[in-house]
């Protein structure tokens, strides 16, 4: 079977294991159901999210001139501190940022490869957790913007790790840790704008995903230089395609590609 499509990031479900979907246009895979099996990847060609153009990829699935100009690639996408659409003030497209900014944002803290603080929307919940390859998560705070939850990251990454560090997290070299003692340590640090939206009371989720086989020296995929790629799949863990010989695939990091994909 030959599947063809414009890579997006994968659409997950929150099963036990995750169920992971590769969603094309006019065909879906599901993932977990391809592990074991052997699969061919080939680059056709770059298609820009925004435009559709065949020009090459810069950021996010955009060429460099949409990824400048889009509202779904501005600063306050990686650095929600600067939002500013509860003040009324437009960075690029002030109706879109009111959608996205102004609605329930959760600060969490994910063990993924490390205990990190992260934001997200309510809405994106469990999701981000999934994306980033985190066995366990918690939720510290809700709030009803963008902003507070980014000034609260601001502060709680002088504390904790902001970032996924994604060879250990692709290679499960991790450890449980209590989240909830960690919520805890960080309350005296989340700012005064925001300490009200505390939340007291609820457990970690726990995430488990379809790996069957680890990789132990993880090796990035760059199919546009190497145009095909052929593997046995083993694993899907946050957006990556996990393959025998240690090759993983990053699906987010490739989006705006059109590629072919064989199942053998």
């Not at 479900?13 to 052997?38: G, T």
């Not at 960080?186 to 300490?195: R, S, T």
């Not at 995430?207 to 790629?229: A, D, H, R």
Request: charged share 25%.
């Amino acid at each position: 079977m030959t599947y063809q499509g414009v890579l997006t990031k994968m659409e997950t479900e929150f099963a036990n294991p995750i169920q992971y979907y590769l969603v094309f246009e006019n065909d879906f895979l599901n993932m977990n159901q391809l592990l074991n099996k052997s699969i061919t990847i080939q680059f056709v060609k770059y298609q820009c999210l925004n435009c559709g153009l065949d020009k090459p990829i810069y950021r996010q699935g955009f060429d460099k001139q949409c990824f400048y100009e889009v509202p779904q690639a501005a600063d306050w996408i990686m650095r929600p501190e600067l939002s500013t659409a509860h003040l009324g003030k437009e960075d690029r497209d002030l109706e879109f940022e009111k959608r996205a900014q102004l609605q329930p944002h959760i600060v969490y803290l994910a063990n993924s490869s490390n205990v990190k603080v992260g934001v997200t929307r309510k809405s994106q919940v469990p999701t981000r957790w999934i994306d980033q390859g985190a066995h366990e998560a918690i939720e510290i705070i809700e709030v009803p913007n963008r902003y507070l939850a980014g000034i609260t990251e601001v502060a709680l990454k002088d504390y904790v790790a902001d970032k996924t560090n994604w060879r250990k997290m692709l290679k499960n070299d991790i450890e449980d840790e209590n989240l909830i003692e960690w919520r805890e340590r960080l309350k005296q640090y989340i700012p005064d704008e925001a300490k009200a939206y505390f939340i007291e009371t609820n457990t970690e989720t726990n995430l488990e995903f379809p790996v069957n086989k680890y990789p132990e020296k993880p090796k990035s995929l760059n199919i546009v230089k190497q145009q095909e790629y052929s593997g046995k799949l083993v694993g899907v863990k946050g957006q990556y395609l996990i393959f025998e010989d240690d090759i993983v695939f990053n699906i987010r990091a490739n989006e705006g590609l059109v590629v072919r994909i064989s199942i053998d």
